[in-house]
């Protein structure tokens, strides 16, 4: 990771983002580059609360047993298959139980096989942006974000694309948008950013007013360097700019 990007980003962020949280990144590895492995949990728990100590600067390192949400070992990559009834268990049972995200089970089974399989090391390593050190590759940065700070990014995003999906919010679980729906752009060179955080079981452990934005890292390159000539630097946005004055109080 290159100090100077690095440097000139925090600068840039403070300087027309005021007060917003600053993002997450994350990475494969084979080792644990320093950072202790998160300890093992008894009973479900979902990552957006393990993410919490990253987004207040402490770097975690998950592996494969350090993520027991089921669904989340499949989004992280740490598993290529869904755990058994998981169709079931996000429609509804014949009993009529289940978290009811999808009106049927066949439904979820047709979305899972759009799945496709992401290549993933031992370790995934979240760090905060100004705990990156030169050792660091990043592949994606997380913004936990509110509605003015999704509407920058967002704009900036499509600045210098023609597409008008250039952000996406694709059906998944939380962790599915801040991990692999990014990371499936960063690899296949489309490099679209995702709105996320939609999930109300992802959702209980965060404030109310707050989605995330990932955004792979190429693309985030490329949206560093030109934010002074955006619309950051006009008058509509320093409106804007002007009521982030609160600070972001993580939960």
């Known amino acids: 990771m290159n100090k100077e990007l690095k440097d000139k ?15 997450l990144t994350f990475q494969y590895s084979d080792d644990t580059k320093g950072v202790e492995k998160e300890k093992i949990f008894q009973g479900h ?35 290529q298959t869904m755990f058994s009834g ?30 496709s399989f992401i290549p993933v090391k031992k370790n995934i390593i979240f760090k905060r942006w100004d705990r990156l050190t030169e050792e660091d590759a990043p592949l994606a940065v997380i913004f936990f974000a509110t509605p003015d700070v999704v509407s920058g990014l967002f704009t900036l995003t499509c600045f210098n694309s023609a597409a008008p999906d250039a952000v996406i919010a694709p059906f998944g679980a939380g962790c599915a948008s801040v991990v692999y729906y990014p990371y499936r752009e960063e690899l296949n060179g489309t490099k679209r950013a995702v709105l996320g955080l939609f999930d109300p079981s992802a959702r209980k452990f965060v404030k109310g007013d707050l989605f995330t934005f990932s955004i792979p890292f190429s693309k985030f390159v490329e949206m560093i360097d030109e934010m002074e000539e955006s619309f950051l630097i006009t008058d509509s946005w320093s409106i804007i700019k002007g009521r982030m004055g609160k600070l972001n109080q993580i939960e």
């Open 86 to 115: 998981f169709e079931c268990f996000l429609s509804h049972d014949k009993a009529g139980e289940g978290e009811r995200y999808k009106r049927t089970p066949e439904l979820v089974t047709e979305c899972m096989k759009q799945l």
């Open 45 to 79: 728990r979902c990552i957006f609360a393990q993410l919490a100590k990253a987004r207040r600067g402490e770097s975690i390192c998950m592996q494969d047993e350090s993520v027991n949400c089921r669904g989340g070992k499949r989004y992280l990559g740490f598993s």
């Open 9 to 23: 980003f925090i600068s840039l962020w403070q300087k027309y983002f005021p007060n917003a949280e600053l993002p």
